[in-house]
């Protein structure tokens, strides 16, 4: 018996990890802009380098599978939009804590990526061995960040 093609379910889901990546680094970049005194710039700027690597390496298998790389944000659009907005002043403390909602929402969206069962073993090792253990990094960075700010 055939197995069914996945590849268009497994560019689905890395077009939409690449999109929580992408809008990782562009909600890093304002939150460095927005507040570039704050003492954590330096581990904000490695934060969002990390999501720029990660990026790369979605884009990259992407296009292995022969898919368009996603361009878009995701689920940290809305974020990055207010994080733009003249009219909305986040401190440095919600600043801080919504880049923590942000890396919870992408960690969420990787552990869904590992129970998918249509997400191949070797795209899983990768999110266990570097793309998860990274966010998990974030996160406790700026849960540091955070008792730092407050």
Not at 88 to 94: I, M, N, P
């Amino acid at each position: 018996m055939n197995e069914p093609d996945l590849t268009p379910e497994r560019i689905r889901t890395s077009c939409k990890l690449l999109r929580g990546e992408l809008s990782a680094v562009q909600s890093y970049e304002m939150a460095i802009k927005r507040h570039p005194a704050l003492a954590a710039a330096l581990d904000l700027a490695r934060i969002s380098n990390d999501h720029r690597r990660s990026a790369r390496l979605l884009t990259s298998m992407v296009r292995e599978m022969g898919g368009d790389p996603a361009i878009g944000a995701g689920a940290w659009g809305v974020f990055a939009n207010s994080i733009q907005t003249p009219t909305t002043f986040l401190g440095a403390a919600s600043t801080v804590a919504s880049l923590k909602q942000g890396e919870e929402q992408g960690r969420n969206d990787y552990e869904d990526a590992l129970d998918d069962e249509t997400t191949s073993e070797s795209f899983k090792a990768l999110i266990r061995s570097d793309l998860l253990t990274s966010i998990e990094d974030h996160i406790t960075c700026l849960d540091t960040l955070l008792n730092e700010v407050a």
